[in-house]
């Protein structure tokens, strides 16, 4: 049997990201393990709705099915989502390992930014004269932005130099706030520093763009340092001097600890590994290392890659104009599958879309409650091939997490789960299949956010053009007898339905009625006694259960949805009835004042029904059985 691995962790940090998990893939390659990735997109500047949103996906697993945790810290660090994942590990009994940040019951896997901060800082001392510095740091939270504007402190603190550290900036690793930031310091006079230390090299990347658009160009009038030595930041004009924190390393050494773990040996309860300073063009050093070579490959791949990103836009325009073509949620669906089915070169052989089981009851019914937290015990099949094989259930439990999913497989994967929502409303989410690139390249935000964004159009879009079609309907009275007719007992059993997706306690039962001899009264007496005779049975269902909402739904049948006291009075109220009717007669004339009704009562069994339907057909079996016997009896 397979091994699992969870882990934990924001897209943002692509590329360091990638390098973690092919350093993992790569020390696991001769295991039977498969990696389960539950990625989001949340920011610090996100509405805490919005942030719900996204991080619900860490709340998805069952984590006592997994052998393992990992929490990749440099992508994720908000504390509420990092206490709730290490509570439900420590409640399944399994092992977690941090990378990037220090937490008690985690074994903390890092690198030394520490002193290759402090490299950093001699480096531009002693080489470039820097003394005034402005540090830009990623988030208060974040123990890898704060160890390394720590080093700034104590190098400059041993220097005797700490007035040099002029200024600290939190961007909460947006880089827009970093451009506002250096905009606002130039325009406000102020002398600029001899270099700006960045807790990335994203913020490093928007930090030199900002500088030149006041007019300072990167290195000639001041420096600028990053971390992560990623890829887009050393082919970057100037390519950004930075730390290289060897993620790839990091992650060979959270594989490495993982199968000590599981084999029994001896581990430490940390891992630190080594960082390398490396000067670059934006601190002045152009000969350090050639980004010219670099930047010439990448420009090569140019073209395939914006034939690509052609193909990709063109995809998602797709989907967007075919889902919002449609005009029901079933007609949706078909024509989503249709189109994934016919071309899925991007999502692969291996995808899967689930959703919410109120997703299509909020269409039809805005006042059907979406989840804002967790996901519902079984979802509904959208979309779902795994190995070209389609699934052939349309509900799926969540708990299992991905559709046909093979742990007998002798081929290890990396599956990826991601969030499908609007605001902090659960649509569902998708899942993806070894897609290593389309995290490096975040093709996967993009489809994730596309995907959620169209969901939500259909979605209003069909709930508002029913309301306007109800609004043209306003009747859901049944003419004759002024109770509810079949419209209304419809969006009666969506409202339960709703209740039951939702996990809800429901305490209901549901009485079928049949009124006997309609069509005799009819052929006799005529249709307006036949109309009388209606009214009359109807009145008297509705003075027997007083406090329940009384459905005619066919010519001769009604329905009766008890709740509250007629609930817990079902039986007493079931004999007043029966007491209250004329004995069965088919002879005519018939006896003044005749009513003769056939009925049968279903309680809602919780955690048998999964239908408000599996309650009515066996009302409605009862009801025929009951009728069977009133005539019955009559004949003996």
């Known amino acids: 049997m397979k091994k699992k691995i969870a882990i934990f962790t924001t897209g943002w940090c692509c590329e360091i990201l990638s390098e973690f998990l092919t350093g993992m893939q790569t020390t696991l390659e001769n295991e039977n393990v498969d990696l389960f990735l539950f990625l989001c ?38 504390k509420d989502c990092i206490d709730d994942i290490l509570a439900r590990s420590k409640a399944a009994g399994i092992p977690v390992i941090m990378q990037g940040g220090h937490r008690e019951g985690t074994i903390y896997i890092g690198s030394d930014n520490y002193v290759a901060t402090l490299d950093m800082c001699r480096h531009l001392s002693e080489k470039h004269g820097v003394r005034k510095i402005i540090f830009l740091a990623g988030s208060e939270n974040s123990s890898d932005s704060e160890l390394r504007l720590q080093a700034v402190k104590d190098y400059l603190a041993e220097q005797g130099r700490s007035s040099d550290l002029i200024d600290v900036f939190y961007t909460k690793w947006e880089n827009a706030a970093a451009d506002r930031y250096i905009k606002s310091y130039v325009a406000s006079g102020s002398e600029l520093p001899d270099a700006f230390i960045c807790a990335n090299d994203g913020l490093a990347m928007a930090a030199s763009v900002a500088l030149s658009d006041c007019g300072y160009e990167v290195p000639d009038k001041v420096l600028v340092c990053g971390y992560d030595h990623i890829e887009e930041s050393q082919i970057f004009d100037p390519a950004i001097a930075s730390v290289d924190q060897c993620f790839s390393q990091m992650g060979t050494a959270a594989g490495e600890l993982w199968l000590k773990i599981r084999d029994g040996a001896e581990y430490g309860d940390s891992v630190v ?8 063009d934006s601190c002045g050093c152009y000969e350090t290392r050639n980004s010219d070579l670099m930047r010439r490959r990448i420009g090569r791949n140019a073209f395939s890659k914006r034939a690509q990103t052609t193909y990709f836009n063109r995809k998602l325009n797709l989907i967007d104009s075919t889902v919002l073509s449609c005009l029901t949620f079933s007609e949706f669906k078909t024509s989503l599958r249709g ?45 779902s091939t795994e190995n070209g094989t389609a699934t052939p259930d349309d509900i799926f439990p969540s708990r299992e997490l991905v559709p046909g999913y093979e742990p007998d497989d002798d081929v290890n994967h990396l599956y990826t789960l991601l969030p499908l929502h609007e605001a902090d409303e659960v649509y569902g989410y998708v899942v993806f299949k070894d897609c290593m690139k389309y ?29 306007n079609k109800r609004l043209l309907d306003i009747m859901k009275k049944d003419p004759l007898t002024n109770v509810n007719n079949r419209m209304a007992y419809e969006d009666k059993e969506k409202s339960l339905q709703s209740e039951i997706n939702y996990g809800s ?29 209606l009214i009359r049975s109807c009145r008297l269902i509705c003075n027997v259960f007083k406090h329940s909402p009384v459905y005619r739904v066919g010519g001769d049948e009604f329905i009766a949805v008890l709740m509250g006291d007629d609930y817990n009075n079902r039986h007493e109220l079931i004999e007043t009835l029966k007491n209250r009717l004329t004995p069965y007669t088919d002879e005519l004339p018939l006896p003044e004042g005749y009513i003769s009704i056939a009925c049968g009562m279903s309680e809602f069994e919780n955690g048998t029904d999964s239908y408000v339907e599996d309650t009515l057909k066996r009302a409605d079996e009862k009801m025929y059985e009951n009728k069977a016997m009133i005539k019955g009896t009559a004949g003996r």
């Open 41 to 78: 997109y949340p920011t610090h500047v996100d509405s805490s709705a919005v942030r719900l949103g996204e991080t619900n996906i860490f709340s998805l697993p069952d984590l006592k099915g997994f052998d393992g945790v990992i929490i990749f810290g440099s992508g994720l660090d908000f």
């Open 439 to 467: 995290i490096y390249d975040h093709s996967l935000q993009s489809y994730q956010s596309r995907m959620s964004l169209v969901f939500d159009k259909f979605r209003h879009a069909l709930s508002l053009d029913i309301i």
């Open 505 to 533: 306690e429901l305490h209901f039962a549901i009485v079928m009625f049949d009124v006997n001899n309609l069509k005799l009264v009819n052929d006799s007496m005529g249709h307006e006694a036949g109309d009388s005779y």
């Open 339 to 383: 189109l994934i089915a016919r071309n899925h070169d991007f999502e692969g052989d291996s995808f899967h879309i689930l959703l919410e089981p109120n997703f299509g009851l909020s269409i039809n019914d805005p006042g059907v409650k979406l989840r804002k937290s967790g996901y519902s015990k079984y979802l509904e099949v959208m979309y």
């Open 273 to 280: 590994i080594p960082c390398r300073f490396i000067p670059g």
